[in-house]
């Protein structure tokens, strides 16, 4: 993968471009269009799932870009429904995805949310030979707490690169992003814009104003500001694929970062599964 717009994190011998587009809730041809256009206009990391029930029209849109494979970095994720994480079905899962999705490999592969049903003694193990096998480049989990994490490395004899958790201004995991530094394992934003209550606060807003840009890029500047950090939001909007890229250029003060800094709250996260939802950390 090259790049010269897109700046690269890396952890382990993943390297993986700091932007992506999200694509939950892209669905049909908006999703297939959405994903063709970002390819073309020079987004370089596409972000699916299983569960968004959109994998097919990923596919399609990667097909119609006209952009090679090997230009760009795809994740998707198995779901631990039906008791997917177990190491046949987990097997099988990821070969439906790479179906689905019209490629051979993926570069990422995460487990989406712990399942406490299944001893991650079994599923990580399952989950690195897909890796060994070629599926995946590699393999990472999402919204895993510290304790999820500790479990799972005990049993991963290939790197766990990324954890994406919900992340952005109005949120915490101070204590989950220290613990991910000292692994070296990336935080992965999703929800990088709040779902877009970003948009009506007036310390971003203001900043936004004074540099002639968006409260998106605001935000997405700010969580990108680390570089312990990648960020995924979504847009099926034509209008804000551009502006969401395009953050990657920003540079906001030291005084500007702090302010953003000082809204997280403990009480600031979106989203929870109440089936599958950890113990999280701060
Ligand atoms: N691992 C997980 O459990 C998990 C959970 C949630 C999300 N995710 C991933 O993270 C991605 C992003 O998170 P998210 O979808 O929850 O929320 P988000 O990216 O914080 O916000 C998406 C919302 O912001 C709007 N938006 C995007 N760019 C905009 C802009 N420049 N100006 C105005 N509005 C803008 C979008 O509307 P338009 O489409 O109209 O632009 C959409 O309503 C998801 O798509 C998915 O890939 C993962």
Same mark, same amino acid.
């Given at each position: 993968? %090259? ?22 809730? &892209? $669905? ?19 972000? $699916? ?6 994998? #097919?029209?990923? =596919? ?5 870009? =006209? ?10 994720? *198995?779901?631990?429904?039906?008791? #997917? ?33 299944? /001893?991650? %003694?079994? !599923? *990580? ?6 890796? #060994?096998? =070629?599926? $995946? ?12 994490? $500790? ?23 101070? !204590? ?27 310390? *971003? #807003?203001? *900043?936004? @104003? ?25 847009? &099926? ?20 970062? @702090?302010?953003? =800094?000082?809204?997280?709250? %403990?009480?600031?996260?979106?989203? @929870?599964? /109440? ?8």
């Amino acid at each position: 993968m %090259s790049s010269k717009k897109y700046n690269i994190r890396t952890a382990g011998k993943a390297n993986i471009p700091v932007l992506g587009l999200g694509t939950w809730q &892209s $669905t049909g041809q908006d999703c297939v269009d959405v994903v063709s256009q970002g390819l073309k206009m020079g987004y370089e990391h596409i972000d $699916t799932a299983q569960a968004y029930g959109n994998e #097919k029209e990923v =596919g399609k849109g990667i097909k119609e870009s =006209g952009v090679a494979r090997d230009k760009f970095f795809l994740t998707t994720k *198995i779901f631990p429904d039906d008791l #997917k994480f177990q190491p046949e079905k987990l097997m099988a899962a990821a070969k439906r995805s790479l179906e689905d999705l019209d490629t051979d490999y993926v570069d990422l592969l995460l487990l989406h949310w712990p399942d406490d049903r299944v /001893p991650l %003694s079994e !599923t *990580i193990p399952a989950l690195c030979e897909l890796q #060994k096998q =070629g599926l $995946t480049r590699h393999i990472g989990v999402s919204n895993f707490n510290i304790a999820n994490l $500790t479990e799972a490395e005990k049993y991963a004899d290939v790197p766990i690169v990324v954890n994406q958790v919900e992340f952005h201004p109005f949120i915490k995991q101070h !204590t989950l992003q220290t613990f991910l530094n000292n692994h070296h394992i990336l935080l992965e934003a999703y929800s990088p814009l709040a779902r877009g209550d970003v948009f009506d606060n007036e310390i *971003i #807003k203001n *900043i936004a @104003e004074k540099h002639g840009i968006t409260p998106a890029q605001v935000s997405l500047a700010w969580i990108l500001s680390d570089k312990d950090r990648v960020a995924i939001p979504k847009t &099926s909007n034509p209008d804000h694929l551009q502006g969401n890229l395009d953050a990657i250029d920003i540079q906001l003060s030291a005084d500007e970062l @702090e302010q953003i =800094g000082s809204l997280a709250r %403990s009480d600031g996260r979106k989203i @929870e599964h /109440p089936d599958y939802t950890p113990e999280w950390d701060d």
